[in-house]
């Protein structure tokens, strides 16, 4: 609800730790944040707007770059909901390859909010590690798609490439060692006591409120709601016999941890697929046809939607995209910035929500 | 030349500050711009420090086709930054919008329209080595002998 | 001449995200149920809400429908639920204040059918004001 308050503190949009340009208006009291408000508009590109009326050849590569960050699963969504409209058929060695590409993303896009946050509570020795790490998930990402962003590997019936043995190889070595690292990180993040005086107990999210802004990913499992992930109802991760893992505390710590939590899954995942990928096709046929359709699946920030309705030549007629930044911003800045101590813990309280403003906006 | 003036030109080559503003991409730059930072491509080796402030900066990174929220905004981030500066566009976004300039959408490219622009960098996203590259080439270009060429 | 350094007028940008295939349907069936032109409930969320929670409408609309379908009977018709927490159209005080009116009505003889109808007038008045 919108109030006329007499001191609003404004933050952004050019501010030193975030990424992104987006305005939080904070109504304190003294240091005390006693609510926030978000102005937007700074990303808005249209997207939607853009996509309807053209053949999904076009808008597959506009649904990658809703997101630069994680460009790999908006491909993935845009194309199995086209998948599910027409009913064609995935092999289920690209189907794998799918997970692997992805959980590759995932892991970088994790890995960068991580940075992102030590970054914003000056903790830059840890970030730069965090980052260096990230280089070779990067690395990976490229050997395997031919990109390092918006890779477009995903298409309507299997993938672009194949995994060749001796990139199979190297994929396992380069596991083995990001889990090495990201493992001594995450023992540096728990005991780091002078980390833990910034992130615990700041920015607590409750359940309930998670709930009530329908908060998801990793923001809503840290408060405890390991139900909200959408892998959970993916046929393939179905196959592998994936869990999600969650937390109770609900604030920036746990938020973190829940980040690296999930790196590590995400690398034991990728050891499943390569240990159980089966020899054969990557790409079979399929036209994609009319339909309408509410697909969602798990990006590293939550749950993403795309409601799509096409015609028989395959153009999209009408589309809107549900992104997790939505959800988890707002459950952000209505939620847990309300009653942080001090303006010092806005941005990374902001920050520990994985923000992406590009997403928001579209 | 004046001693002075050699001097500045040696500071001004060995230090740059650089700040970028995001005027509405889809994220992919600004991670490679964030990549930049890493120990792998060791931005600061060059004497290079991001830290996105635009009163400290010497050469701001634009990233993005241009969106209404910025009309006015970009313009003044602009005129914060003291001179001798700079603006680098990075990405295809700022140079011709890229995949958003069809019809019906919001964006306003290219952003030269808006703010004086002396380098590009193409690609959707550049590698982080190019825009490593690009900053390290305008600097001195724009920086060298500043005061001389102002008078 | 004075003025604010960077406040800008947002309508413009407010009514591009009302305007999205998903936002316009909620509009409309929100218009529907309460009887008001959706002209004036657009201005009206535009007005009050700020651009994040306007691009969240529609998955907190969703949300709220679904637990408002489990509500007891004469809040799920009347979607106290929905109209004041999960698209704050009323604040949560405004709405007690109307629930209580309508459960005197139907105490004292009133059918629930004809209470729950006078209850989203009041809702559709406080809106209006």
């Given amino acids: 609800m919108k109030r006329t308050v007499d001191v609003s503190i404004p933050v952004g949009p050019v501010h030193p730790c975030w990424k992104e340009p987006a305005r939080v208006k904070c109504e304190t009291k003294g240091e005390y944040v006693l609510s926030a408000e978000v102005e937007l508009g700074y990303m808005k590109k249209g997207i939607e707007r853009i996509m309807r009326g053209r053949p999904w050849q076009e808008v ?23 998948e599910a409209i027409s009913s064609i058929p995935v092999p289920d060695r ?28 000056e903790h830059e020795t840890l970030g730069m590690y965090l980052l260096d790490v990230r280089e070779k998930v990067m690395d990976e990402l490229e050997r395997i798609t031919g990109a390092r962003v918006t890779c477009a590997y995903i298409v309507p019936g299997g993938v672009r490439f194949d995994l060749r043995a001796e990139d199979a190889l190297h994929l396992r070595a380069n596991l083995a060692a990001i889990e090495e690292e990201i493992t001594r990180y995450m023992g540096m993040f728990e005991n780091g006591p002078l980390i833990a005086l910034r992130s615990r107990e700041i920015g607590i999210l409750t359940r309930e409120a998670a709930q009530e802004a329908c908060a998801v990913g990793p923001t809503a499992r840290a408060s405890g709601m390991p139900e909200t992930d959408r892998r959970l109802r993916h046929p393939t991760y179905q196959k592998l016999g994936f869990t999600p893992v969650s937390r109770e505390e609900g604030d920036n710590y746990a938020r973190i941890m829940m980040r690296f939590q999930e790196v590590l899954q995400s690398i034991a995942l990728i050891r499943m697929c390569l240990d159980s990928l089966p020899e054969g096709p990557i790409r079979g046929g399929g036209i994609p046809g009319a339909g309408e359709i509410a697909y969602s699946g798990e990006a590293p920030r939550g749950e993403l939607s795309y409601f799509i309705k096409t015609d028989a030549a395959g153009r999209v007629l009408d589309i809107a995209i549900q992104t997790p930044s939505i959800m988890n911003i707002e459950a952000c800045c209505h939620y847990m910035l309300k ?20 997403c928001t906006e579209r | 030349m004046s001693l002075l003036q050699r001097v500045k030109n040696f500071v001004r080559s060995k230090s740059i500050h650089v700040a970028y503003v995001d005027v509405g991409s889809c994220n992919g730059c600004d991670i490679e711009v964030l990549a930049c930072l890493s120990p792998r491509y060791d931005i600061e080796q060059y004497g290079i420090y991001v830290h996105n402030n635009p009163r400290e900066a010497d050469i701001l990174l634009v990233i993005g086709a241009f969106t209404p929220g910025w009309e006015e905004k970009l313009r003044s981030v602009w005129e914060k930054i003291p001179d001798p500066k700079a603006a680098i566009a990075i990405g295809n976004c700022p140079i011709s919008g890229c995949v958003f300039n069809r019809p019906h959408s919001l964006i306003d490219p290219p952003v030269a329209k808006h703010i004086p622009i002396s380098a590009q960098v193409p690609g959707c996203p550049p590698r982080p080595t ?6 390290l080439a305008v600097a001195p270009v724009v920086f060298k002998d500043y005061e001389v060429k102002k008078r | 001449m004075s003025g604010y350094l960077y406040e800008k007028d947002l309508s413009s940008m407010k009514y591009a995200i009302l305007t999205s295939t998903r936002h316009d349907r909620m509009v409309r069936e929100i218009a529907d149920d309460l009887g008001i032109p959706q002209l004036r409930l657009r201005r009206y ?39 004041s927490r999960a698209v704050p159209l009323i604040q949560e005080e405004q709405m007690e204040c109307i629930f209580s009116r309508v459960k005197e009505m139907m105490e004292n003889g009133m059918p629930e059918k004809e209470a729950v109808s006078a209850g989203r007038r009041l809702i559709r008045e406080a809106i209006l004001a």
């Avoid at chain 1, 990658?64 to 699963?73: A, D, F, L, W």
């Avoid at chain 1, 303006?343 to 902001?350: E, G, K, Q």
């Avoid at chain 3, 529609?58 to 639920?81: F, I, M, N, S, V």
């Fill in chain 1, 60 to 82: 597959m590569f506009l649904a990658e770059r809703v997101c630069g960050i994680c460009s790999v699963i908006h491909n993935m969504v845009f194309i199995e909901a086209l």
């Fill in chain 3, 45 to 83: 969320i535009m007005d009050q809400f700020d651009m994040l929670l306007m691009e969240n409408l529609p998955a907190r609309y969703e949300q709220g429908k679904r637990l408002t379908a489990e509500a007891p009977a004469a809040e799920r018709d009347l979607k106290t639920h929905l109209y």
């Fill in chain 2, 130 to 135: 190019e825009i490593l590259s690009a900053v």
């Fill in chain 1, 339 to 358: 009653g942080v101590a001090s303006l010092a813990d806005v941005p990374s309280t902001f920050v520990s929500s994985d923000p992406c403003i590009a």
């Fill in chain 1, 94 to 121: 690209a189907a794998l390859l799918r997970v692997v590409v992805n959980e590759l993303d995932r892991m970088q896009s994790h890995i960068l909010a991580n940075f992102s946050y030590c970054y914003t509570i």
